[in-house]
């Protein structure tokens, strides 16, 4: 059985960080593209970011470019998201999904977790 598990979500003052941790079971971790996605209250799920299955390719949505980075580690089975300079646009809920082929669109994932909300505040 597949599990992805987000942590790392919170409250954050606008301007500050959080980083969000995604652990998966039940694949082969390395064969996996990872994908961050989000969706605010009332608004449909976006992509947010994407790392190959090396980690070796990233991809990220243009309102979060220079600010978040997406990275894993194969050892540990889990994929990060590294956010800085937080605005409050950027409150919501925040999703790890698993892709054979890493994709900005969310039907191309096989695999979701249950999400980890953020909320930044102004």
């Known amino acids: 059985q597949v599990q992805l598990v987000e942590s790392g979500g919170g409250l954050v003052q606008a301007g500050g960080s959080l980083r969000l941790s995604c652990a998966a079971s039940g694949l082969t971790f390395s064969r996996y593209a990872m994908g961050w996605f989000r969706q605010a209250p009332g608004a449909e799920r976006e992509f947010v970011a994407a790392i190959s299955w090396s980690g070796g390719l990233t991809y990220y949505a243009d309102s979060v470019k220079g600010r978040f980075t997406i990275s894993r580690d194969n050892a540990k089975k889990t994929v990060y998201l590294q956010m800085n300079s937080l605005k409050p646009e950027d409150t919501a809920d925040y999703y790890c999904?698993?892709?054979?082929?890493?994709?900005?669109?969310?039907?191309?994932?096989?695999?979701w977790g249950q999400g980890t909300q953020v909320t930044v505040s102004s």
């Open positions: 999904a698993a892709a054979r082929v890493a994709s900005t669109r969310g039907p191309a994932y096989d695999y």
